[in-house]
């Protein structure tokens, strides 16, 4: 898994690999500190993803609001 900065990554970027970080959480096999670390990337993925859909919602909710002026 590369591990480029969670803030540069779009949504289809931060979705992917959050699905990877819960597969290799899932198998296990990992060391108590690796298991860790990649929880809290995937928590940090997860936000990443909120805000995306939450700017997206953003978005469309302006567009409908100006379309109805």
Same mark, same amino acid.
């Given at each position: 898994? &590369? ?6 990554? %779009?949504?289809e970027?931060?979705?992917? @690999?959050?699905v @990877?970080?819960?597969? /290799?959480l @899932? &198998? %296990?096999?990992? %060391?108590?500190?690796?298991?860790? /670390?990649?929880?809290?990337?995937g928590? /940090?993925?997860a936000? =990443?993803?909120?805000?995306a859909? /939450?700017g997206? =919602?953003?978005?469309v @909710?302006?567009a409908l609001?100006?379309a109805?002026?």
């Open positions: 898994m &590369t591990e480029q900065p969670i803030a540069e990554l %779009g949504y970027q931060a979705r992917d @690999e959050l @990877e970080v819960v597969r /290799a @899932e &198998t %296990g096999g990992l %060391g108590l500190d690796e298991s860790v /670390a990649l929880w809290e990337r928590e /940090a993925l936000r =990443r993803c909120e805000e859909l /939450a997206a =919602r953003a978005r @909710e302006k609001s100006d109805e002026e």
